[in-house]
């Protein structure tokens, strides 16, 4: 690019050749704000292409949980490609070690396969337990994200007249696919017990044990033990998506810290601190349906699975995660972004609430009960949040203006991060109106 480029230049070429002018609706979202095009991530800075600079809070969705650019995970990426790119036969010594160290880590796993991202992870686990239990029908919960395919992108975010309902998130899904999603409210363990009397065909129940995808909803411990006991009484494969929740609140998985243990489990985000690696992982006789030689039993595939550089940047980012007390630093972090949240609606007296959990938090305007369930999330004042975001990016804090989204630390934040987003925080709510 020329030397005078403008975030206006780069998005207005973007806008003519990639739809919307972002790889994603959701990352179109930023532009809300005004236009901007980033060149530079280090620690806990993201900077733009014009050289302006801004603590971040976006964090890309999350995976980044060792801060921006980790001399140590970079690294190792660079020492594997200096080995070799690419070798898509056979196996490898790496993929063994992370595979290992995964089996040592998380409770359910005993056997594991790599994917690059959290979509085709939650795609191979419920192909694995369609052919396990030679049924179809998948049980979700409304509110929950598993990724973008027609199996499960149902009902994340359903209007207030959709709720109850399938929610189909995107045209173009196959009606087919979406008839076999059956969707549940989630914290309703009675609603899961009756759903499993109405069906005997359930081939899975997948279920993110913290929501995020809606801020926070966290889970009962009745639900989860409910989802667990029900599962197994049916034999039927229970799928914990811990794309978020996995090495950012737990180095071994909230399923860990929740004491209950799925069959399957997705991994990715925050595995990798930013580099495309994931992981489908669980109960040996469920994934050893996937060791045929791809004409018989489940097929799992793809060209870049278990690509070297995710996996030396999960190698070195799971190290890092079990030696030093990252987890534990960055979640007494996030309490206390959360309780100088709530104190600041409270001393300004704005209707609204601060959810999380560990290293996640999000402040949500017009609401103020604990949520339980998606309804609780509907009625936000989504113009407040939108107002809120405004200020603390002409502050220099960015995350999205998405009300529904959440906002993340790393270890890379620190009390300076704190005590600046606070001060900021206070001046930008004293500008938002509340309905
Ligand atoms: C809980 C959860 N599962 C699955 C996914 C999909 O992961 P990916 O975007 O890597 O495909 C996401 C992504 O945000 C997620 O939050």
Not at 152 to 165: K, L, N, W
Not at 254 to 272: I, N, R, S, W
Not at 342 to 356: K, M, Q, T, Y
Request: charged fraction near 25%; hydrophobic fraction near 35%; glycine fraction near 10%.
């Amino acid at each position: 690019m020329e030397d005078d480029v403008t975030n206006r230049s780069v998005v207005e070429r973007a806008r003519a050749v990639i739809p919307g002018g972002a790889q994603t609706g959701l990352r179109a979202q930023a532009y809300d704000l005004g236009e901007v095009a980033f060149s530079g991530a280090r620690d806990a800075t993201l900077e733009t292409v014009e050289g302006e600079t801004f603590t971040d809070y976006h964090l890309a969705f999350g995976p980044i949980v060792l801060g921006h650019g980790h001399p140590e995970v970079d690294a190792a990426a660079r020492e594997t490609i200096a080995e070799g790119v690419l070798y898509g036969a056979a196996t490898t010594p790496l993929e063994v070690e992370v595979a290992e160290r995964l089996v040592d880590l998380i409770p359910s796993a005993e056997q594991v396969n790599f994917c690059n991202s959290g979509t085709e992870a939650t795609y191979h686990a419920i192909r694995l337990a369609r052919a396990y239990t030679g049924n179809d029908r998948v049980i979700k919960f409304e509110g929950c994200y598993h990724g973008w395919h027609d199996y499960v992108d149902v009902s994340v975010y359903p209007p207030r007249e959709r709720v109850g309902q399938r929610y189909p998130e995107s045209a173009g899904m196959l009606p087919e696919a979406v008839k076999h999603t059956e969707v549940l409210p989630f914290n309703d363990p009675e609603a899961f017990e009756e759903a499993f009397e109405e069906f005997d065909d359930v081939a899975a129940v997948i279920c993110e044990p913290i929501p995020h995808s809606v801020g926070c909803l966290l889970p009962e411990t009745r639900f989860l033990e409910t989802l667990r006991e029900v599962t197994a009484g049916n034999d039927v494969p229970l799928i914990f998506d811990e794309v978020i929740t996995g090495f950012r609140h737990s180095t071994r998985g909230v399923q860990h810290e929740f004491g209950v243990t799925p069959d399957l489990t997705c991994l990715a985000k925050a595995m990798g601190n930013g580099y495309p690696v994931a992981a489908v992982c669980g109960r040996e006789d469920l994934m050893a349906q996937a060791s045929g030689d791809n004409t018989s039993g489940v097929v799992i595939s793809g060209t870049y699975s278990g690509h070297p550089v995710g996996l030396a940047a999960a190698r070195e980012t799971l190290r890092v995660l079990s030696e030093e007390p990252v987890v534990e630093e960055i979640s007494a972090l996030g309490e206390r972004y959360r309780a100088g949240l709530a104190d600041l609606l409270a001393d300004r007296g704005i209707e609204g609430r601060v959810v999380g959990y560990g290293s996640v938090f999000s402040p949500q305007f017009g609401v103020t009960e604990e949520p339980r369930r998606y309804e609780d999330v509907l009625g936000l004042d989504e113009g407040a949040f939108s107002e809120f975001a405004r200020g603390m990016r002409e502050r220099g804090h960015f995350f999205t203006p998405n009300p529904y989204k959440r906002q993340h630390i790393s270890w890379a934040h620190g009390e300076r991060e704190l005590e600046g987003y606070l001060a900021d925080a206070d001046a930008a709510l004293g500008s938002i109106s509340v309905n």
